[in-house]
C-alpha cells in the first residue's frame, strides 16, 4: 500500500479545498442495545464496550495525537445524547431519555474529527 502525503484536499468537481485534517478520523453506526451491541459499518472503529446503561464505547483502530478531537452523535427519536469522556484510543458517549435517565439506544451512530497519531 502507498501513502500519499497532503495538506488540503478537493474532490473531483468541487471548487473549494479543504485541510485533511477536517476528514473524519473515525466513524461507526451501531446497534446500542443491551446484550446486543454490535457495529452495522465503521471506520477506524475497532470494538464497541458496553460500560453501562446508555454508555457505549467506541474503540478506534489507531489513536489520535490528542484527546481535543469533535465528535458528533446521534441516535434514535426522543433521546439526548452527547460525549462522556474522550481519550486518544476512545470516546464514551451518553444516551438518556429527556429527564435525564441513561437508556440503550439502537441505530446510534458517531463521528469524530481530529488529527490522528
Do not use: W
Amino acid at each position: 500500500m502507498s501513502t500519499l502525503t497532503v495538506t488540503n484536499i478537493k474532490a473531483t468537481g468541487e471548487t473549494a479545498s479543504r485541510p485533511v485534517s477536517g476528514v473524519a478520523g473515525a466513524l461507526a453506526k451501531f446497534d446500542g442495545t443491551a446484550g446486543t451491541l454490535s457495529l452495522d459499518s465503521s471506520q477506524n472503529v475497532s470494538s464497541l464496550t458496553d460500560t453501562a446503561t446508555g454508555r457505549p464505547q467506541v474503540n478506534f483502530t489507531n489513536a489520535f495525537s490528542t484527546a481535543n478531537f469533535h465528535t458528533t452523535a446521534i441516535a434514535q427519536a426522543r433521546c439526548m445524547y452527547g460525549t462522556q469522556s474522550v481519550a486518544t484510543s476512545n470516546v464514551l458517549m451518553r444516551y438518556t431519555d429527556y429527564n435525564g435517565t441513561d437508556q440503550d439506544r439502537t441505530n446510534c451512530s458517531v463521528t469524530v474529527h481530529g488529527d490522528l497519531a
